[in-house]
């Protein structure tokens, strides 16, 4: 018999489970973290595992809520319900408590919440499998299973505390710390941050405030980390493009000139920042930046004088063409 069918013919052997609700719980074996920052009441999940796109089924937050992260062999209902729950004015514990007493394979599930008052709850049930468990504490819980050791959980916490900043960086180094401690025991493939207000402005789009995911990688984390890093860079070109939309040429060059800080070799960030230098009528700090720009990809030669049009490039016949040629 193959390992793989004997491995499964096994499981069900020795499960309470029925194939039908194996079939509807991933085996997301995992690490996560729920958090939120008690400075800007931002909410948070993390998450990283040996399992194709973690982040669609483990964690789950809410503005003016809380948070989520249901794995192991997952149960995904329990992170919209949750939320539902929570929403309603019941606590993590209580709504833990109600969704777990519910589920005949309480057993082999691996669960976190915590609301916008820092309340955390934490189950990581017996047949989990070793090495698992969490660390449930006042505005954060950490909960890992299948890990190669048990003090995967005590490193992320130890990070996670001992790292300044923002919530999102300090979630990640959390899963950066529990890779150097081993992580899951079969390795890694894929990871997910989400992070969001925490009041409600009522529109879930600017409620959400990162949501990256990396659904198929082999060094899933360290992704994670340019991404958030890219993230934030974009941050500074969003408003660097409000900026633009209020006349704002030194605002602009601020917010891209900090873009560009951060990644240097970025075409598209030097290119706004020429721009608005244009804009700003300093065309002997923009042109030489064009003609760069340019050389390496004449595409952003085509677009310049589509930008005259719409008033987003304000330069006279002449200027542009000191800029083109």
Not at 55 to 66: L, N, Q
Not at 256 to 280: I, R
Not at 291 to 297: E, G, H, N, R, V
Request: a negative charge; one cysteine or more.
């Amino acid at each position: 018999m193959p390992r793989l069918v004997l491995l499964f013919a096994l499981f069900f052997s020795l499960s309470p489970l029925s194939s039908q609700t194996f079939y509807n719980n991933p085996l997301v074996h995992t690490y996560s973290i729920v958090a939120i920052d008690t400075a800007t009441g931002e909410i948070g999940a993390a998450v990283q595992s040996h399992w194709f796109s973690v982040g669609s089924i483990v964690i789950w937050a809410e503005s003016g809520v809380g948070a989520v992260a249901t794995q192991s062999l997952v149960n995904t209902s329990f992170g919209p319900r949750g939320l539902a729950l929570m929403k309603q004015g019941i606590s993590p514990a209580a709504a833990g408590k109600l969704m777990l007493d519910e589920d005949e394979g309480r057993g082999y599930r691996q669960l976190a919440l915590i609301d916008t008052e820092g309340n955390t709850f934490a189950h990581t049930g017996k047949d989990c499998i070793p090495a698992a468990g969490h660390v449930n504490r006042k505005n954060y819980s950490i909960q890992a299973n299948l890990m190669l050791k048990n003090t995967v959980w005590g490193a992320m916490e130890k990070a996670f505390l001992e790292t300044e900043g923002p919530l999102a960086e300090r979630m990640v180094a959390a899963m950066v710390a529990a890779e150097e401690e081993g992580g899951d025991i079969r390795g890694k493939q894929s990871a997910a941050l989400l992070v969001v207000r925490g009041e409600t402005t009522g529109n879930i789009w600017e409620d959400r405030l990162i949501d990256l995911r990396i659904e198929d990688h082999s060094e899933p984390v360290k992704e994670m980390q340019r991404l958030l890093k890219v993230h934030r860079a974009y941050g500074h070109m969003n408003a660097g493009d409000v900026a633009i939309e209020h006349s704002d040429v030194d605002g602009a060059l601020r917010e891209y000139g900090a873009a560009q800080e951060m990644f240097p070799d970025n075409l598209e960030m030097q290119y706004w920042t020429a721009v608005s230098l244009a804009n700003a009528k300093r065309l002997d700090e923009a042109i030489p930046m064009f003609k760069k720009i340019f050389k390496k990809d004449n595409n952003w030669k085509i677009l310049t004088p589509r930008l005259i049009d719409n008033n987003l490039l304000n330069v006279s016949k002449d200027e542009l063409d000191k800029i083109l040629n």
